[in-house]
């Protein structure tokens, strides 16, 4: 296991890097162990190649079928916050998992198989419990105009 640099993009514009736990596949190909915090477009298990070449550092050579979702709390939390731990909970029984976090937020995956519907109720109701908070799709809307869905799930 090794971590990958890829760039964060705010309006087309590098605005730093993201370290991502991933699994070399040989050459420049990777298999991401972890979601991405501030990468969009991508989700734990997807493959892909690093390209220099392309504006997101990467060509995406295989979807996983994980979606990738990101929680907005309204203070700061870690993995042992009781807050984290109950949200974990709830998308575990989904199928998913906590991959992580930093400060306010924490990423999560799930099996596209859990159901659009399902893990927005998970989510809206979370965020019902936790006034301030918010939530986002990480690998689901074109990070472009954040509202255009990708449809890689509808392949």
Excluded at 64 to 87: K, M, Q, R, T
């Amino acid at each position: 296991m090794t971590d990958i640099l890829l760039p964060v993009l705010v309006d087309d514009e590098r605005r730093g890097e993201e370290a991502i736990p991933a699994e070399s596949l040989g050459g420049a190909r990777f298999r991401l162990a972890a979601s991405p915090g501030m990468v969009e477009g991508l989700a734990a298990g997807d493959e892909i190649e690093m390209d220099e070449g392309e504006a997101v550092g990467y060509r995406l050579l295989q979807r996983a079928g994980n979606l990738c979702a990101w929680f907005y709390f309204a203070h700061p939390v870690d993995a042992h916050d009781p807050d984290v731990e109950s949200l974990a909970g709830l998308v575990a029984a989904l199928g998913g998992w906590l991959d992580g976090g930093y400060a306010r937020m924490v990423v999560f995956t799930i099996p596209v198989s859990a159901g659009f519907a399902e893990v927005a109720r998970t989510f809206d109701s979370a965020v019902a419990c936790h006034p301030g908070s918010s939530w986002y799709y990480g690998n689901v809307y074109d990070p472009r105009d954040g509202v255009t869905p990708l449809g890689w799930w509808d392949t």
